[in-house]
Nanobody, 115 residues
Framework: QVQLVESGGGLVQPGGSLNLSCAAS????????MSWYRQAPGKERELVAR???????NYADSVKGRFTISRDNAKATVYLQMNSLKPEDTAVYYC?????????WGQGTQVTVSS
């Protein structure tokens, strides 16, 4: 059974950093486009960053220069390094894997940026 398990969320002060991880199981990780989304209370889920099978990346304008997405195919894991965090980054962060019609989501990890 396909599983995506996020970890690394938590409470951090403004200006701080967190590194999220999403570990995948039971599928050919390397061919999938992996993404991080987030959803804040009362808002729609939005794309944060995406990394393709060729390691090409793209980011939401709001996180460019602060967040970095990467992947380790040998570990079947995708990461999101988040620096210079702001209160508006507070949300549940979700991992997503897509390959043609195959589409999987993780359960999410809470990130709270507050002093």
């Amino acid at each position: 059974q396909v599983q995506l398990v996020e970890s690394g969320g938590g409470l951090v002060q403004p200006g701080g950093s967190l590194n999220l991880s999403c570990a995948a199981s039971e599928f050919t990780f390397s061919v999938y486009t992996m993404s991080w989304y987030r959803q804040a209370p009362g808002k729609e889920r939005e794309l944060v960053a995406r990394i393709g099978s060729t390691h090409s990346t793209n980011y939401a304008d709001s996180v460019k220069g602060r967040f970095t997405i990467s992947r380790d195919n040998a570990k079947a894991t995708v990461y999101l390094q988040m620096n210079s965090l702001k209160p508006e980054d507070t949300a549940v962060y979700y991992c997503r894997a897509v390959w043609y019609t195959h589409n999987y989501w993780g359960q999410g990890t809470q990130v709270t940026v507050s002093s």
